[in-house]
């Protein structure tokens, strides 16, 4: 049975990294192809994440992988990512990025927790 390559995108608060999960058989073997730090940046609106900065890690860390693979006789099969799942980018209609989206960590989300945390209770 030929090994199957997959590519993993792991977006993390502070860092992100792509491996690549070689699966012979039933014997899984990872490779981290690429690791790199990333925070948002203050802006005169707030915390937002960088997302040119991680955009452009996520693509230098495909490239990566793929060449890895392709070194190892392998193709990759597909991709997944994993990231954050409390913050959100607005989008118009065609599918441009009205705004950067702010970091979960931004100041302004104090308040609105504690409104929440009134209206709601803990």
Known sequence: MAAKAYLAIDLGAES????VGVLHGDRLTLHESHRFFHLPRRLP???HWDLTGLWGEVL???RKAAAWAQDQGLSLTSLGVDTWGVDYAL???SGELLGLPHAYRDERNGPAFEKTITALGR
Do not use: A, N
């Open 60 to 62: 230098e860390g495909t």
């Open 16 to 19: 992100g990294r792509t491996i």
């Open 91 to 93: 989008l118009s209609r």
């Open 45 to 47: 609106s707030g915390l």
